[in-house]
T-cell receptor, first 114, second 114 residues
Framework: AQTVTQSQPEMSVQEAETVTLSCTYD???????LFWYKQPPSRQMILVIR??????QNATENRFSVNFQKAAKSFSLKISDSQLGDTAMYFC???????????FGQGTRLTINP | EAGVAQSPRYKIIEKRQSVAFWCNPI?????LYWYQQILGQGPKLLIQ????????DSQLPKDRFSAERLKGVDSTLKIQPAKLEDSAVYLC????????????FGQGTRLTVV
């Protein structure tokens, strides 16, 4: 079974700073997909960024980028020039190829301070 | 494009009562998920449908939880009888078929069992 671990329950940074959220996972699969979801107080999960395991290039979406280390089974999220609206819970998630079940980590509560 | 709709948004019931949640996925999405998110934790998959068939219900407490997806569209999740530990947010999500597809989430139903 796959497991996803987020070791930082809470993080807090000042607006405009860069912050990195950690995620590690355990799987015996070779092909899979990794996701970062954002959950603001409204509770609606929003996809931030995704990474295909077969791609060596790290995914980027505007201010959001990932550092994917397949051998280390690590998938961290970097938020550059953080904004107040980035305040939310962030969840790392895993999905094996051929499966559709998303396995989530425990989440990291990120607070951006003015 | 309309998103995933869930109702109600909030529900308070006494233990041993029954409760039902409703979900309307994005039109055309074959896959529908119900997740349970206990406060401070990541979402845990309860059941996954592909059209109107169950793909994964391994973590559904079948002695008290049931779910159906009639005609492969809307879905209901029922708890009978409820326990205090069922207090959580129940998230519904849908996606197109495929491992790389994005799962879109509703705003969830917050259930409080007293």
């Amino acid at each position: 079974a796959q497991t996803v671990t987020q070791s930082q329950p809470e993080m807090s940074v000042q607006e405009a700073e860069t912050v990195t959220l950690s995620c590690t996972y355990d799987t015996s699969e070779n092909n899979y997909y990794l996701f970062w979801y954002k959950q603001p107080p409204s509770r609606q999960m929003i996809l931030v960024i995704r990474q295909e395991a077969y791609k060596q290039q790290n995914a980027t979406e505007n201010r959001f980028s990932v550092n994917f280390q397949k051998a280390a089974k690590s998938f961290s999220l970097k938020i550059s020039d953080s904004q107040l609206g980035d305040t939310a819970m962030y969840f790392c998630a895993f999905r094996a190829q051929g499966a559709q079940k998303l396995v989530f980590g425990q989440g990291t509560r990120l607070t951006i301070n003015p | 494009e309309a998103g995933v709709a869930q109702s109600p948004r909030y529900k308070i019931i006494e233990k041993r009562q029954s409760v039902a949640f409703w979900c309307n996925p994005i039109s055309g999405h074959a896959t529908l998920y119900w997740y349970q998110q206990i406060l401070g934790q990541g979402p845990k998959l309860l059941i996954q449908f592909q059209n109107n068939g169950v793909v994964d219900d391994s973590q559904l407490p079948k002695d008290r939880f049931s779910a159906e997806r009639l005609k492969g569209v809307d879905s209901t999740l029922k708890i009978q009888p409820a326990k205090l530990e069922d207090s959580a947010v129940y998230l519904c999500a849908s996606s197109e078929q495929g491992s790389n597809t994005e799962a879109f989430f509703g705003q969830g139903t917050r259930l409080t069992v007293v």
